[in-house]
């Protein structure tokens, strides 16, 4: 069931949001060479509790940790371990914060040093995708568009769309309806109402879109092991747009 939030429920979710993205600032940092992903992690379960809030992720279904951390052709829900960051790596680090029950959910993917060519195509046109998707948002569109204007740019640009992974509502849980594809039909899928607070996350390769999940049943890579990059922000719908939650 897709829930239109009131006012009061927008204002936690901001809050929610804001801290997502302060926590992503705080990371930036230390994203570098030879730092272990589980250190990211404690670093940002410590920030996210220091601003009154909950790692969203942790525990989620059985999460382990406060961060997925996903690098180079791992598409989603990397597990932060011993692993050291490299030269030339990219790290996708999605981050959820709950604030007084509300959350906050966003993903973005950073280079680590310096990155060939390819992986700065894949980073920049992954992240034009997400906003090329957060303009069909107003009021009376359907979720189709966003959908579907995220596709049609993937494709110009020959990037491959992972279509098992989407994105979704956000509230009081962290996974809401409706869902959010990255690919589709222009004027399909549930109207966009204000008040409606949804995650919208492109998920792209630079090879084939074919995934599959690692042992630990949660981390996704591409079955051709090419890079994969992922951004996402959760917006709101406004009776003229909409507005971002998780950025300044």
Excluded at 155 to 181: A, I, S
Aim: hydrophobic share 35%.
């Amino acid at each position: 069931m897709i829930t239109l939030k009131s006012k009061r429920e927008i204002e936690l979710l901001s809050i929610a949001g804001n801290i997502v993205y302060k926590t992503h600032k705080y990371l930036l940092p230390y994203i570098k060479e030879g730092v272990k992903t589980k250190d990211l992690d404690k670093l940002a379960e410590d920030y996210i509790r220091s601003q009154g809030a909950t790692p969203s992720f942790k525990g989620y279904e059985g999460f382990p940790t406060a961060l997925c951390i996903s690098i180079n052709s791992e598409v989603v829900h990397g597990f932060p371990s011993e692993r050291v960051l490299k030269n030339g790596d990219i790290i996708s680090i999605d981050i959820g914060a709950c604030y007084k029950g509300y959350h906050g959910d966003s993903a973005w993917t950073y280079a680590v040093g310096e990155i060939d060519s390819e992986k700065k195509y894949l980073l920049e046109h992954t992240e034009k995708s997400l906003y090329v998707g957060l303009e069909q948002i107003k009021v009376g569109n359907r979720i189709g568009d966003i959908s579907s204007a995220i596709e049609k740019y993937a494709k110009e640009h020959n990037l491959g769309v992972v279509k098992e992974l989407c994105g979704h509502g956000v509230g009081t849980d962290v996974h809401e309806d409706p869902e959010v594809p990255n690919f589709g039909i222009p004027n399909t899928g549930p109207k966009l109402k204000e008040g409606m607070v949804i995650a919208v996350e492109p998920m792209l390769t630079l090879g084939s879109p074919r995934i599959f999940v690692h042992d630990n049943n949660w981390t996704v890579e591409t079955a051709d092991h090419r890079p994969s990059a992922h951004f996402e922000h959760t917006v709101v719908v406004t009776a003229d747009g909409y507005k971002i939650l998780t950025g300044e």
